[in-house]
């Protein structure tokens, strides 16, 4: 079973982003998927997160109008479309699935840098 999630990059203030969550070796059309952050010297903030088989969604404050999280079942890949960049959100994001809300994450990405400039 592997995340592989992609996207990341250098962007300027106000500019935009969408990284990429590529799920492999199993089905996770039940599962929950979530986007986390991680900045230099603080811990792993949640971001956002979908159900996969429902398409309900759930947003961190930080993200809300802001980001927007996909699936693309064909493609068996999630999204994070993320837009009106601030420098705050420099930070390594990672992507991670549970079966259900009610779990803890068990399937985690190897992060992707996402670097704003100011």
């Known amino acids: 079973v592997q995340l592989q999630a992609s996207g990341g990059g250098l962007v300027q203030a106000g500019g935009s982003l969408r990284l990429s969550c590529a799920a492999s070796g199993r089905t996770f059309s039940s599962y929950v998927m979530g986007w986390f952050r991680q900045a230099p010297g603080k811990g792993r903030e949640f971001v956002g997160r979908?159900?996969?088989?429902?398409?309900?969604?759930y947003y961190a404050d930080s993200a809300k109008g802001r980001f927007t999280i996909s699936t693309d079942n064909a493609k068996n890949t999630v999204y994070l479309q993320m837009n009106s960049l601030k420098p705050e959100d420099t930070a390594v994001y990672y992507c991670g699935a549970r079966k259900t809300i009610a779990t803890s994450y068990e399937y985690w990405g190897q992060g992707t840098q996402v670097t704003v400039s100011s």
């Open positions: 979908i159900s996969w088989s429902s398409g309900s969604t």
